[in-house]
């Protein structure tokens, strides 16, 4: 079992900007074949968005409409690790941010397969 912690999270105004981290389990992370890293949202009320995605043996990268251009994915494969850069962030980005990892990947969709997920880490945009 992968397991998969995130940090980064918290408050900020519009126009501001946040660093989200995703570290995976090195104990488990090949075991699974893992390829594939992503960062999900959702707040409530509302549909469970991905974000982006990142093919982790390529650098391919996936963003949604909604944040091209103010997001970044990133990764640090030493640290089995996955980063999410987030600037010039706006009221519709307050939700749960949730890291994933999986197998496959499409740019025109991130992760084929998201296999594991972390706990999820607030965002919160104020106005």
């Known amino acids: 079992q992968v397991q998969l912690s995130e940090s980064g999270g918290g408050s900020v105004q519009a126009g501001g900007a946040l660093r989200l981290s995703c570290a995976a389990s090195d104990s488990s992370w090949s075991r699974y074949g893992i390829n594939c890293m992503g960062w999900f949202r959702q707040s409530p009320g509302k549909e469970r968005e991905r974000v982006a995605a990142?093919?982790?043996?390529?650098?391919?990268?996936y963003y949604a409409d909604s944040v091209k251009g103010r997001f970044t994915i990133s990764q640090d494969g030493a640290k089995n690790s996955v980063y999410l850069r987030m600037n010039n962030l706006e009221p519709e980005d307050t939700a749960t941010y949730y890291c994933?990892?999986?197998?496959?990947?499409?740019?025109?969709?991130?992760?084929?397969?998201?296999?594991?997920w972390g706990q999820g880490t607030q965002v919160t945009v104020s106005s």
């Open positions: 994933s990892a999986g197998r496959g990947f499409v740019g025109h969709g991130g992760c084929l397969e998201d296999d594991f």
């Open positions: 990142m093919y982790t043996r390529g650098g391919s990268t």
